[in-house]
């Protein structure tokens, strides 16, 4: 997959069908579009080409107001793991807020992706003000020469798809409701760092992950969750919150990673969230926390031994 992350580099010859979005998450619906723009780009000999957003949109204008559900990297790899020719990941800017729609269509979408064909959502929008939508797509669609899908939203279980909901999912701790809505387990990839190592005096050494502070992580709790170190998937139980037993002062993601023993300091790991077990609890001994880890390891190791 080519991937262009300024404007100014783009000046494509192929024609090509686009879908345009943020695609935080990359979930069901964002996965409609993709592979409908993909599909139609191999039966029809055109390029795919995904338009999307190297930051949030909504953050452009109150920064850090919105955490993504996935990093720009992991974002990237599912895009071009759909088979998308070529990916536009800019930066949301004032040149974006300021655009006409007619300018972005035909300067951008027209003139450096050469379009013959758009897909978009029903409630996608663009331009200044928002002054692009799927109406005035519509409206100029034969005036500007280009096709136009626009697809109705996904629903699951009567219910729409959203980024939004997906946050206040993860938020929540129902990781299980969200693996249904991205199609895939909700994951956390990060380096794995020293911590204050108490799990290793108790006989529970646990994976401290650096994590990308701009991603909403689950609500504080014990989950059963996958771990992937080196290609190779482990069982795990991650620990996420700030440690009340052992007076800790700020929120933690800790793995224990299940018959395994290696020194993995410095290492890339990733954590698939399969099911929240149980909240966090402050115990009153340390004899206590180490009889429910004991609990939480037999309930990952008997509920899916048959994962691994």
């Given at each position: 997959m080519?991937?262009?992350?300024?404007?100014d580099?783009?000046n494509?010859?192929?024609k090509?069908?686009?879908?345009i979005?943020n695609f935080d998450?990359v979930?069901?619906?964002?996965?409609?579009?993709i592979?409908?723009?993909?599909?139609y780009?191999?039966?029809n000999?055109?390029k795919?080409?995904?338009?999307t957003?190297?930051?949030?949109?909504?953050?452009?204008f109150?920064?850090?107001s919105?955490?993504?559900?996935?990093t720009?990297?992991e974002?990237?790899?599912?895009i071009?793991?759909?088979?998308?020719?070529i990916?536009v990941?800019?930066?949301f800017?004032?040149?974006?807020?300021?655009?006409?729609?007619?300018d972005?269509?035909k300067?951008?979408l027209?003139g450096?992706?050469?379009?013959?064909?758009l897909i978009?959502g029903?409630?996608f929008s663009?331009?200044k003000?928002?002054e692009g939508?799927p109406?005035y797509l519509?409206?100029?669609?034969?005036?500007?020469?280009?096709?136009?899908?626009?697809?109705?939203p996904?629903l699951?279980?009567g219910t729409?798809?959203s980024?939004?909901?997906?946050?206040?999912?993860?938020?929540?701790?129902?990781?299980?409701s969200v693996?249904?809505?991205l199609d895939?387990?909700?994951s956390?990839?990060?380096v794995?760092i020293k911590?204050?190592?108490i799990g290793?005096?108790?006989g529970?050494?646990?994976?401290n992950?650096?994590?990308d502070?701009?991603l909403?992580?689950?609500?504080d709790g014990?989950?059963?969750?996958?771990?992937?170190?080196?290609a190779k998937?482990?069982?795990g139980?991650?620990s996420i919150?700030n440690?009340p037993t052992?007076n800790?002062?700020?929120t933690?993601v800790?793995?224990?990673i299940?018959?395994f023993?290696?020194d993995?300091?410095?290492?890339d790991?990733r954590v698939e969230f399969?099911?929240?077990?149980r909240?966090m609890?402050?115990?009153?001994t340390?004899?206590?926390?180490?009889?429910?880890?004991k609990?939480d390891?037999e309930?990952?190791r008997?509920k899916?031994?048959?994962?691994i």
């Amino acid at each position: 997959m080519i991937v262009f992350s300024r404007l100014d580099e783009i000046n494509i010859t192929d024609k090509t069908c686009i879908t345009i979005g943020n695609f935080d998450g990359v979930h069901r619906g964002h996965q409609t579009l993709i592979s409908k723009t993909v599909d139609y780009a191999r039966m029809n000999g055109l390029k795919s080409v995904v338009f999307t957003f190297s930051n949030h949109p909504v953050n452009y204008f109150i920064p850090g107001s919105v955490k993504n559900i996935i990093t720009i990297e992991e974002k990237l790899r599912i895009i071009e793991s759909m088979g998308v020719d070529i990916c536009v990941n800019i930066e949301f800017n004032s040149d974006m807020t300021s655009i006409s729609a007619e300018d972005y269509v035909k300067k951008i979408l027209l003139g450096k992706l050469n379009m013959r064909k758009l897909i978009v959502g029903h409630d996608f929008s663009f331009a200044k003000n928002r002054e692009g939508n799927p109406a005035y797509l519509e409206s100029v669609k034969d005036e500007f020469g280009f096709e136009l899908e626009i697809v109705a939203p996904i629903l699951l279980n009567g219910t729409r798809v959203s980024s939004t909901d997906i946050r206040a999912n993860i938020i929540e701790g129902n990781v299980t409701s969200v693996a249904f809505m991205l199609d895939r387990l909700y994951s956390i990839d990060g380096v794995v760092i020293k911590g204050r190592q108490i799990g290793s005096k108790i006989g529970y050494p646990t994976a401290n992950i650096d994590y990308d502070r701009g991603l909403v992580i689950p609500a504080d709790g014990v989950y059963a969750t996958l771990v992937e170190i080196d290609a190779k998937k482990y069982k795990g139980a991650t620990s996420i919150g700030n440690n009340p037993t052992v007076n800790g002062d700020k929120t933690t993601v800790e793995t224990y990673i299940l018959d395994f023993d290696q020194d993995i300091y410095g290492k890339d790991i990733r954590v698939e969230f399969v099911e929240l077990m149980r909240p966090m609890i402050k115990f009153e001994t340390i004899e206590e926390l180490t009889d429910q880890l004991k609990a939480d390891e037999e309930y990952v190791r008997n509920k899916y031994s048959d994962i691994i």
